[in-house]
Every structure is written in C-alpha cells, then in structure tokens.
C-alpha cells in the first residue's frame, strides 16, 4: 500500500518562499507519477504540478508557471514543491498524489489512486 505524508507547510508573507515535501512508502517514487494539487473551501481541487516517472515530462498550472517548481528526491523517496514568490491567491491545503500512470490526465485528480492528507499553506498580504 502506498503512503503519502506531505510536511512543510506554514504561514509566510506575499512574496515569500516555502518548499513542500511529500514522503513516500510502500513503493519507490521512481516508479510513480508524482503530482500536487490544492484546494480551498468552496472550490473544486486545482492541479499545480506534475512530474512522470518513465520520461513523461513535468507540467505547471497556469497560475503557478514561473513561480513554483517539482522535484523528484530519489535518496529520500521523496517529492517536493518549492514555492517561490508566494500570492495570497496561493493560501490553500496543498495535496501530494501519486499513481502508477498518469498518461495524458496528468492534471486530472481522478486519475491519481493515492493521496496524502494535505498541508496548509496561507500566504499574508
């Protein structure tokens, strides 16, 4: 069974940076299609980034494009979202999630099987 445990989020001002970690067990990060995603109360999950395994590119939402980044930690089987510039538009619970294959729905919540408990971040103006 894979496990998701996201940590570091927190309270930061406009402009402000934060860097998410996603821990991963029960299979290697190597081999999955890595996403993030938030929500905020009210409003459907959005997608933010994603990353495939077996050379299937990284993606961005719009909103997040030039600001925010994926990276895949291998020695800590691990995934993390560095968040730069920070909006108060960005004040969310932020999701990790995780599936074998991704394919062309890599933006998509329900493609994804496993979920972490989400983490929240709220951004100061």
């Known amino acids: 069974q894979v496990r998701l445990v996201e940590s570091g989020g927190g309270l930061v001002q406009t402009g402000g940076s934060l860097r998410l970690a996603c821990d991963v067990s029960?299979?290697?990060?190597?081999?999955?299609?890595m996403s993030w995603h938030r929500q905020t109360p009210g409003k459907e999950r959005e997608f933010v980034a994603a990353?495939?395994?077996?050379?299937?590119?990284?993606y961005y939402g719009n909103s997040v494009k030039g600001r925010f980044t994926i990276v895949r930690d291998n020695a800590r089987n691990a995934v993390h979202l560095q968040m730069n510039n920070l909006k108060p538009e960005d004040t969310a619970v932020y999701y990790c999630?995780?599936?074998?294959?991704?394919?062309?729905?890599?933006?998509?919540?329900?493609?994804?099987?496993?979920w972490g408990q989400g983490t929240q971040v709220t951004v100061s103006s």
């Open positions: 029960g299979r290697t990060v190597a081999s999955l299609d």
């Open positions: 999630a995780a599936t074998r294959d991704a394919g062309y729905s890599y933006n998509n919540a329900a493609a994804y099987d496993y």
């Open positions: 990353d495939g395994w077996n050379g299937g590119g990284t």
